[in-house]
């Protein structure tokens, strides 16, 4: 096979810059280069939206875009207050299931797959239950490929003074975020996702204050991310080893991010991408599962066209060098994913069509 084109929801195809990165030397995590790298790295992922570039604070740390939810959930989410999960697919209904395995008082607000959150509802449940401090919530979800109106609940969080933390794990860097706007606490993210780094790496930005605030009680030795945040603000070296290779090539995809005009440059490859697939898609009759408005710019999902099973394809595009994605759970039989991230040219997209058209003929 040529090259692979991956287009499932990270990891992602590189650029060669940040391949060639991976070889960028034989570092100790414990030499002061690297505490330096590691800063770096966390200066960078602050800086990367406006809103959030002054008031908080970055962590990086070992562990794929789950880690990093985890974790959030775990040094921010409150054991005095209970936090709300705003669940409609895989990922929120995962939250849920962490708050319960790290024993945190939690209600959920059930929604169906295909369903946006309701804010009323959420609204409703702020008042039936004064309790709750914190809403936890995915921001592009990527079960169906909905990007969630996180802006009408950052906005209901603000006004009730709930505190939001946001899985952005497949947002971050390609989809617009607030953070004072949105009473923002801590949002989660990881380096193989948008930022088209290689998987290894994840990271939470967390309000500054609430990062040097009361914690909770911690759930984990590794996972305990105000531990990682007092190590790397501190002297630079995170308690614990850190994939130094998947540092260099997140550091060669930030700069590359930075120079092709950040997050909005990438929102508007990632809509132009997610376009042509729907028009070419669109031309065979493919239909789309949500309405084409409701989707994040990053993955599109869509109806399987009748008499083809995913596996027909997926194993026809594999071949000519395509890499798409299934459905999860009771999607499975219905749906296909399509992702825009990673390093796709023109060319890549020209082929695809070439190869949509003697799969789907
Ligand atoms: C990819 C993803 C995650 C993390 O998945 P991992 O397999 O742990 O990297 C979390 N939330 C969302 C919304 C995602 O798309």
């Given at each position: 096979m040529a090259r692979a084109v991956l287009l499932n929801p990270g990891p992602v195809t590189l650029s060669a810059r940040v391949r060639a990165a991976l070889t960028a030397g034989d570092w100790c995590h414990r030499e002061p280069e690297f505490a330096a790298l590691v800063r770096d790295l966390n200066a960078g992922l602050a800086a990367v939206y406006e809103p959030l570039a002054q008031d908080y604070e970055a962590v990086t740390f070992a562990g794929s875009g789950s880690a990093a939810v985890e974790g959030m959930l775990g040094a921010f989410a409150p054991d005095d207050g209970a936090t709300l999960v705003v669940a409609n697919g895989v990922y929120g209904e995962r939250m849920a299931r962490m708050l319960s395995a790290l024993g945190k008082p939690h209600h959920v607000a059930a929604h169906d797959w295909l369903a946006a959150p309701v804010t009323a509802q959420i609204a409703a449940w702020l008042d039936r239950e004064p309790g709750i401090t914190h809403i936890a919530m995915i921001h592009h979800e990527t079960t169906t490929g909905r990007l969630n109106d996180v802006a009408a609940v950052g906005r209901l969080c603000r006004a009730?003074?709930?505190?939001?933390?946001?899985?952005?794990?497949?947002?971050?860097?390609?989809?617009?975020?607030?953070?004072?706007?949105?009473?923002?606490?801590?949002?989660?993210?990881?380096?193989?996702?948008?930022?088209?780094?290689?998987?290894?790496?994840?990271?939470?930005?967390?309000?500054?204050?609430?990062?040097?605030?009361?914690?909770?009680?911690?759930?984990?030795?590794?996972?305990?991310?105000?531990?990682?945040?007092?190590?790397?603000?501190?002297?630079?070296?995170?308690?614990?080893?850190?994939?130094?290779?998947?540092?260099?090539?997140?550091?060669?995809?930030?700069?590359?991010?930075?120079?092709?005009?950040?997050?909005?440059?990438?929102?508007?490859?990632?809509?132009?991408?997610?376009?042509?697939?729907?028009?070419?898609?669109?031309?065979?009759?493919?239909?789309?599962?949500?309405?084409?408005?409701?989707?994040?710019?990053?993955?599109?999902?869509?109806?399987?066209?009748?008499?083809?099973?995913?596996?027909?394809?997926?194993?026809?595009?594999?071949?000519?060098?395509?890499?798409?994605?299934?459905?999860?759970?009771?999607?499975?039989?219905?749906?296909?994913?399509?992702?825009h991230m990673g390093d796709i040219t023109g060319d890549d997209l020209a082929r695809l069509e070439a190869a949509l058209g003697r799969l789907l003929a």
């Open positions: 009730r003074g709930v505190t939001l933390l946001l899985d952005a794990v497949s947002s971050f860097g390609a989809e617009a975020i607030e953070g004072a706007d949105w009473n923002l606490g801590a949002l989660a993210g990881t380096a193989n996702k948008c930022l088209h780094g290689v998987p290894g790496l994840s990271f939470v930005l967390g309000r500054r204050n609430l990062w040097r605030g009361p914690a909770p009680r911690p759930r984990s030795v590794y996972l305990d991310l105000r531990a990682y945040h007092a190590a790397e603000h501190g002297d630079g070296f995170a308690p614990f080893t850190l994939p130094v290779q998947v540092a260099f090539a997140l550091r060669e995809a930030l700069a590359e991010f930075d120079a092709g005009g950040g997050w909005r440059a990438r929102h508007a490859a990632f809509r132009q991408r997610a376009r042509f697939v729907h028009r070419v898609l669109t031309a065979h009759g493919v239909s789309t599962l949500l309405p084409v408005d409701e989707y994040s710019v990053v993955l599109w999902s869509y109806r399987l066209p009748a008499g083809r099973s995913y596996q027909h394809l997926h194993d026809g595009l594999k071949a000519d060098g395509f890499v798409i994605y299934a459905g999860q759970g009771r999607l499975a039989a219905d749906i296909f994913r399509v992702a």
